[in-house]
């Protein structure tokens, strides 16, 4: 399993009320024609998006003028699948919501994770979290050898 996972902030000037409902459209869109190979995919509203530019203009600020953000997962069986999503997205059925959306989208960036490890825990039972690791691999290593030494705690 793939997560593609994609950050973004609103156009300036754009009402962040607007941004968030067309944000969530699109992903009931998806839900309601779910692209083969895609499992789900949610947006979360972060405060804090510090590797990702603050889009021009005022919009995108939240009430106290901080600039605000989102990131997307789409849980995704491989890379069939996300070919396969990055067509259906814009495709027949999805692109009046997307394109709503994107009319609104300022800076954006986006990338793909694997899991190593363990399952895909789309939401804790109540009281409960989950951990995440994010380990980046350094030039020239193995990634078998990290993912083993991963699995054996480290």
Do not use: K
């Not at 510090?50 to 995704?76: H, K, N, R, T």
């Not at 396969?84 to 027949?92: I, P, Q, S, T, Y």
């Not at 990634?143 to 991963?150: A, D, I, Q, S, T």
């Amino acid at each position: 399993m793939l997560a593609y996972v994609f950050w973004h902030r609103p156009r300036g000037g754009t009402e962040m009320e607007a941004y968030e409902e067309a944000s969530v459209a699109f992903h009931r869109s998806l839900a309601h024609r779910r692209p083969v190979g895609m499992r789900c995919s949610c947006t979360l509203r972060l405060e804090e998006l510090p590797w990702l530019p603050a889009s021009a203009g005022a919009g995108g600020e939240d009430a106290a003028g901080g600039a605000v953000g989102y990131e997307d997962w789409y849980l995704i069986d491989d890379f069939t699948a996300l070919g396969v999503l990055n067509e259906a997205a814009v495709g027949r059925g999805h692109r009046t919501s997307h394109d709503r959306l994107a009319r609104r989208s300022g800076v954006g960036a986006g990338g793909v994770y694997m899991l190593v490890e363990g399952e895909a825990v789309i939401a804790p039972p109540a009281g409960e979290s989950s951990q995440a690791t994010w380990v980046a691999l350094p030039p020239g290593s193995a990634p078998r050898e990290v993912f083993e030494l991963l699995g054996d705690g480290i």
